[in-house]
């Protein structure tokens, strides 16, 4: 028999924060951003509430060709681009627009032998200080990338860093403006922090990501039902077992929770070798038969421990939400110190994916 624990993927509810999306960039044209497998939903069931984006970004070859083995003729974009010549002829084959960001890369194309031009992303460094060419050389780098026959369009790209934050994007924007001054092309800028708070910013295309996933990029800050985004994913699991815990009585390793009083103890068949955070505390929010309760003690590799004090009529059997429908995953990431992303991507290959 399997474990009583699987995740569930809401192909509708992608399909309705795609559309938030549109809501706040109404003329913009949307890459739905569907890296590290879908954020951990899956590309294969991501894509059918996804496949109304008017093109489909990522970061592995494999993961476009499986997106193109689906059915999707559209525009996919390499977020990073490509890494090695040879990589080129994939590229080539399956039509995939390229961000370039480097030197390298454009030296690469200019030895390619390709069958059709190909579109790419010239991608600036306007102050993240990951990838991209500085304000002072992007345009000799469009020039550059113009001058070579296998390339066809140039969007011209950034990424913002503090979107999601106090800083915001003016500074940024700055460098951009100043090094694209007079270089022609469409603009593609926004993440979704920048999709949702910087309309200035939008531009021809935006690239929403965790937004799709009904995660808030500012966390609890500005809540993912404030903004009207629906969760994709939901992580269930049961009750396997029940404790009468004495008060002065320890729950789990390291004996980090004790009992004030007598309380009843759940025990959850999840644990951090399913993909649940492992530094996630003692009070983390969790669901039992769906109340609100609280996870106790240190999570162990197969199961975790809930304070039952809340949900007397739960027996073995009884059904937890770790997060998604009920439990915004944004508030089990924030009592974790972490962030919906790594919950999402942490998922492990172990537990049962179901898209409906």
């Known amino acids: 028999m399997p474990r009583p624990i699987k995740v569930s993927i809401h192909t509708a509810a992608l399909a309705h924060n795609l559309d938030v999306a549109r ?18 939903h899956g590309i294969e069931n991501a894509y059918p509430g996804l496949r109304d984006a008017d093109g489909f970004g990522l970061l592995d070859l494999e993961e476009a060709v499986r997106l193109r083995e689906l059915g999707w003729a559209g525009p996919i974009l390499l977020l990073e681009g490509f890494f090695k010549p040879e990589d080129l002829a994939i590229v080539d084959k399956y039509g995939l627009t390229t961000t370039v960001h480097s030197d390298e890369q454009l030296r690469m194309l200019e030895t390619a032998r390709l069958t059709k031009p190909l579109n790419v992303q010239l991608k600036m460094n306007s102050g993240m200080n990951r990838l991209g060419f500085a304000p002072d050389r992007f345009r000799a780098a469009w020039e550059r ?17 503090d979107a999601d934050g106090e800083r915001g994007i003016a500074y940024q924007m700055e460098a951009f403006e100043r090094g694209a001054r007079d270089v022609p092309g469409e603009r593609s800028l926004s993440n979704s922090a920048a999709t949702l708070f910087h309309p200035a910013a939008h531009g021809a295309w935006v690239r929403p990501g965790i937004m799709l996933y009904g995660s808030s990029p500012k966390g609890l800050e500005v809540t993912a039902a404030e903004l009207d985004l629906q969760p994709t994913m939901t992580l269930e699991s049961e009750l396997i077992g029940i404790q ?11 004996s980090v929770f004790t009992a004030d009083a007598p309380m009843r103890v759940g025990t959850v068949a999840c644990g951090y070798a399913d993909g649940y955070p492992r530094v996630a505390p003692t009070g983390t929010p969790i669901l039992v038969d769906g109340v609100l309760t609280r996870t106790v003690g ?7 421990s809930v304070d039952l004090t809340p949900v007397p009529q739960a027996r073995v059997g009884t059904p937890v939400t770790l997060w998604g429908r009920g439990l915004c995953i944004d508030d089990v990431a924030a009592s974790a110190g972490t962030l919906g992303y790594e919950l999402m991507c942490a998922v492990a290959r172990r537990v049962p994916v179901h898209a409906f």
């Open 23 to 40: 809501r706040h960039a109404p003329n913009a044209k949307v890459w739905a951003v569907v890296k590290a497998n879908a954020y951990g």
């Open 298 to 304: 240190r999570v162990s590799m197969d199961m975790l």
């Open 244 to 254: 009468e815990v004495p008060g002065g009585g320890s729950v789990g390793y390291g």
């Open 145 to 161: 990338a113009r001058a070579i026959p296998g390339v066809s369009q140039i969007v011209l790209m950034t990424h913002f860093s």
